[in-house]
């Protein structure tokens, strides 16, 4: 590992937020306003993700009375406080930049649904040994 490397690893936060492409998040930024801060939450679709340790970072896009917006965001930087992940998309893009075109419902993603690991055990039934078979 370089010195460069090194550096990039320790710039980059202890705790990411997992989210994928097409998922529906809420972004809490820091916006400072004269003396005061404080937080804003941009809600939208993740609709592209670039980048590597330290330098990764993700669009958001967002429907703001009629007209679409986007909005970069660096995912190690400390102005993201959080990040909530509202809903999981289902995509079979890397980027969605095709949703710039779309309006209304057409714009949105099918919803991916949570497949945890089942409790029963799934082994095949074998038939039994004096059942008759046609």
Do not use: C, W
């Not at 939450?41 to 970072?57: D, F, H, P, Q």
């Not at 917006?69 to 992940?85: A, G, M, N, W, Y």
Request: avoid cysteine.
């Amino acid at each position: 590992m370089n010195q460069l490397e090194r550096i990039q690893r320790s710039l980059t936060k202890k705790s990411v937020p997992h989210f994928e492409i097409g998922d529906t998040v809420r972004v809490h930024v820091k916006v400072v306003e004269g003396e005061k801060e404080r937080i804003q939450v941009y809600e939208g679709t993740v609709i592209a993700r670039k980048g590597s340790l330290n330098t990764e970072m993700f669009t958001v896009r967002k429907l703001s009375y009629g007209v679409g917006v986007e909005r970069i965001f660096p995912v190690h930087s400390p102005i993201v406080s959080k990040v909530d992940v509202v809903r999981q998309g289902r995509v079979r893009r890397a980027k969605l930049y095709y949703l710039r075109g779309k309006k209304g419902r057409f714009a949105k993603g099918e919803e991916r649904e949570f497949v945890g690991e089942s409790k029963s055990s799934a082994q095949p039934v074998a038939p039994q040994e004096g059942a008759a078979t046609a």
